[in-house]
């Protein structure tokens, strides 16, 4: 068996969810052999063909909907978990499932893979004023990484961040992928998407997808918006977060209301596709992220996104080429925009080469996972065989 851990699991939907999501569909098509362990969420009944653990959880204050797991108290859970024989282990999280994992790989002497996909010592000064304590915090959770066999990230300049943490390990890049990736004509989408949505043909459609959350650089954004009112545009914020209304709230000051649409969380993959695809622009000005999924998700639908120069996020673009890149001032990131819409050739060009470069489906990268899990596996039990030979 092939162990998934997270601390959330859609419908709680985020990149990691919906990575460890994929991973489990594709895994569980190429082996049979796969389960998630994740925190309960209210009212779920899961329906997936491959098996769900829940344990035991609470809501964690001003993160909604996000849960605070306790698998050490849930007993009918780790009864369980407990007969349960794993081959591997791997966390998409150091916290309480992270944890939970790293147990059961020491007590059944097994493989574990810890990846490494936010920018925890964001989160923690958001919630902690005390320094001392945050710095405790991403310790414990360097101890985590350094406790795991193999550490993935899913791109290069994530490894920066890890670095600063404090990590001093080996690292691997494996990419993330993207359930968009298919043989849907794109063009024909998108004429039937634009015209759902009551677009004319003289409006651009631009597009946020993520966490409403202050740390996405979502202020920016909107004063961003608020230069280029003269443009005829509409702009689509889909997700849910604590800064949901603090957002709507800004977007009324700033005289937006009549082009900026808060459509709140999409879970239904198809309707989601179909935003991405009406838009001609992907704005994500986010600093706080370090692989985003959605950024691949849009370049599989062809929408080119407009990222800031220097992000971890903006590794994976190269500016007019596959994506466009802008200095991190309101104006400048405006300006921009501006360009980018009296040369509609030049943003359908480097959409065209998003979907080329950037975009991977899942059922690639799972392949690329589980050849990884197995060499993984194989060269773990070796080393243990060594260790047995050598004690006898």
Same mark, same amino acid.
């Given at each position: ?12 939907? +985020? ?92 007590? %059944? ?25 945050? +710095? ?18 899913? %791109? ?88 949901? %209304? ?62 800031? =120069?220097?992000?971890?996020? =903006? ?16 104006? +400048? ?21 998003? =979907? ?27 080393? %243990? ?8």
């Amino acid at each position: 068996m092939i162990g998934l851990f997270n601390d959330c699991f859609p419908p709680i939907m +985020d990149g990691v969810s919906l990575t460890t999501q994929n991973y489990a569909y594709w895994l569980n098509k190429k082996t049979g052999n796969v389960c998630v362990v994740t925190p309960k969420s209210p009212n779920v009944r899961d329906q997936e063909e491959y098996p769900i653990y829940r344990y035991s959880s609470i809501p964690i204050p001003m993160r909604k909907p996000y849960r605070l797991g306790f698998p050490r108290i849930d007993w009918p859970f780790h009864e369980k978990i407990n007969r349960l024989s794993f081959e591997l282990v791997h966390a998409h999280c150091p916290f309480s499932s992270g944890t939970l994992a790293m147990r059961i790989a020491k007590a %059944q002497n097994i493989p574990i893979v810890a990846t490494f996909h936010s920018k925890y010592k964001a989160d923690f000064e958001r919630a902690i004023p005390n320094k001392r304590i945050v +710095d405790y915090l991403i310790k414990d959770v360097i101890r985590f990484y350094e406790s795991a066999d193999e550490v993935w990230i899913p %791109q290069a300049s994530v490894e920066e961040t890890l670095r600063e943490y404090g990590y001093k390990g080996k690292v691997e890049v494996v990419d993330n992928g993207n359930d968009f990736s298919d043989n849907t004509s794109v063009y024909s989408l998108r004429e039937m998407a634009r015209e759902e949505l009551g677009v004319n043909e003289r409006e651009f459609v631009f597009l946020f997808v993520g966490q409403h959350i202050l740390e996405k650089n979502l202020v920016f954004l909107l004063e961003s918006l608020s230069l280029i009112r003269d443009i005829p545009f509409k702009m689509f914020f889909i997700g849910s977060g604590y800064a949901a %209304q603090e957002l709507k709230q800004l977007s009324e000051k700033l005289n937006l209301s009549s082009k900026v649409f808060f459509k709140g969380t999409v879970t239904d993959r198809e309707k989601l596709k179909s935003y991405y695809a009406a838009a001609d622009l992907f704005l994500f000005p986010s600093l706080y992220d370090n692989a985003p999924l959605v950024v691949r998700e849009a370049a599989a639908l062809h929408t080119p996104s407009v990222l800031i =120069a220097g992000s971890t996020s =903006a590794e994976i673009v190269t500016n007019s080429v596959n994506g466009f890149l802008t200095n991190h001032t309101t104006d +400048d990131y405006a300006q921009k925009i501006r360009e980018l819409t009296s040369s509609p050739f030049l943003m359908r060009m480097a959409g065209d080469k998003a =979907a080329q470069s950037i975009a991977r489906s899942w059922e690639e990268v799972v392949d690329e996972v589980y050849d990884r899990y197995m060499c993984l596996v194989r060269r773990y039990s070796g080393t %243990q065989n060594t260790f047995l030979w050598e004690a006898i």
